[in-house]
């Protein structure tokens, strides 16, 4: 068969996409736009401190006998370790109250490599309906047992803890990514441990802003004892990349043995996993941006509920604060008036979330200001009056 013919199968599926008004498009981020859009929350990818310590770091350890300026050359298992990367590993694994800790490229692998690599085919995986895609793509190449439970629904979870069978695994997020909420932390462990089951707690959206120097939702709760494994990433609040696995030392030999995403990836090179540390450390003493975080939060949720805006929000207490504005097109025009008015924000459209409950997913950073919060909400009361 050719490749036209190829290109045209291609192109088919593509014009579906675009006469659901769901084609995607890369738009690069703009510097010169009040951002409302990027995972930033700390500011942390744009500052200079944090880079120059990096930098500084990063010298230090070249200059002690790490040769790699570029590359990592192999994975872990081949020719791609590294003494810093065993370093971090166990800076992490203290930092985070954990036994041990096991560095991935970034949090979609590391979702991916847990969802793979541990339940057996006999197993049976609980997950929150709103769970990351990753999740439910480590779910599909395992082939396991699997089942979703209604949002938040512990209810629902036990409903199906009853009927599950053999080893019993339970996913949440933390922070829900698209809605910003969280579950009951309590009454989920409690729940876990009742039916035996082994809890895993994705904290991509929690590491840098919740808990005690931001040492996230579980540490917050005071279940990190009682979690079977969490998942940090340091391509959000901590501004750099990558993610790291934290649980007991057993988990991480276990990974490090099964999990093919981490077997068979080339390793982060030396300086990203410099960074993840010193963005770790440089984190825990940013209480003032935290606490600024947290303000921003409150104002844009009490401003909301005192302005004219019919458009309901997510039930959020989170940087994450959907907008609920329904169909595709709508969502989407609305993100290009706010772009008029040189604001970024994104819109979340249908098929990534469920038709009817497209949004706009605004992000509050710590650097953002009431202005322009205020700004923002004038574009949200202008688009609604507009299509009533």
Known sequence: MSASVYGDFLNQRLNVRAEQNALRKLLPANADLIDFSSNDYLGLSRSHELHDIIAAEYELVMKSGEFRWNGSAGSRLLNGDSAVAHLTEKFLAD???????????????????????????????????????????????????????????????????????????????SVYSMDGDSPDAKQLTELCERYNAALIVDEAHSGGIYGEQGKGWCVENEIENRVFARLFTF????????????????????????????????????????????????????????????????????????????????????????????????????????????IDVRAVLAPTVEPGVERLRVILHSFNTKAEVDRLMNVLIKSDADHR
Not at 108 to 127: D, E
Not at 156 to 171: D, R
Not at 275 to 302: M, P
């Open 95 to 173: 930092f985070f109250r954990s036994e041990s800790a096991l560095i991935f490229n970034s949090g979609y692998t590391a979702n991916v490599a847990l969802m793979s690599a541990l339940p057996s085919r006999t197993s049976t995986v609980l997950y929150d309906e709103k769970i990351h895609a990753s999740v439910r793509d480590g779910i599909r190449m395992n082939g396991c047992r699997a089942w979703s439970f209604r949002h938040n629904d512990l209810t629902h979870l036990e409903e199906l803890l009853s009927k599950s069978t053999n080893e019993i695994w339970v996913v949440v997020e």
């Open 235 to 342: 391509g959000k609040a901590y501004g750099v990349h990558g993610a790291a696995v934290c649980g007991s030392e057993t988990l991480r030999t276990y990974l490090v043995n099964f999990a093919r995403p981490f077997i068979y990836s080339t390793t982060l090179p030396v300086r990203d996993v410099i960074a993840i540390r010193e963005a770790v450390k440089f984190a825990s003493a940013c209480d003032s941006e935290r606490s600024q975080l947290s303000g921003l939060i409150d104002y844009f949720r009490a401003l909301h509920k005192t302005s004219s805006c019919a458009y309901s929000i997510t039930d959020s207490h989170s940087p994450v604060q959907g907008v609920i504005v329904p169909g595709n097109s709508k969502v989407r025009e609305l993100s290009k008036q706010c772009l008029r008015e040189s």
